[in-house]
């Protein structure tokens, strides 16, 4: 098993920042690409952004692209997620997931196998 744990999260106005961090533990070989979802009451979670364990290529969905930036330090087995120009309709849980990415689309929840608990992001107008 592979446990996942953020930090990070808060409350921040519009036009701030925050960086979320996803730490795993347990048997940390058994995913090759992480990613960060978000989701708010009543909708679907969200792939925001991912990255690969192994060479490092990176995936945004176009509404974060140029604000947030998704990166990793192997040898703490910790993801990040630092986000800028923050908007209210970045708000939501975020959560950390893993998985051994098989030919699916990364932004697929089915793609992951892992989850973390969540942290929340609320930002302000």
């Known amino acids: 098993q592979v446990q996942l744990l953020e930090s990070g999260g808060g409350s921040v106005q519009a036009g701030g920042s925050l960086r979320l961090s996803c730490t795993a533990s347990g048997h940390t070989k058994r995913y090759n690409f992480m990613g960060w979802f978000r989701q708010e009451p009543g909708k679907e979670r969200e792939g925001v952004a991912a990255?690969?364990?192994?060479?490092?290529?990176?995936w945004y969905i176009d509404s974060v692209q140029g604000r947030f930036t998704i990166s990793q330090d192997n040898a703490k087995n910790t993801m990040y997620l630092q986000m800028n120009s923050l908007k209210p309709e970045d708000s939501g849980m975020y959560y950390c997931?893993?998985?051994?990415?098989?030919?699916?689309?990364?932004?697929?929840?089915?793609?992951?196998?892992?989850w973390g608990r969540g942290a929340q992001v609320t930002v302000s107008s």
């Open positions: 997931a893993a998985g051994w990415r098989n030919g699916g689309y990364w932004y697929q929840p089915t793609q992951y196998t892992y």
């Open positions: 990255i690969g364990r192994f060479g490092g290529s990176e």
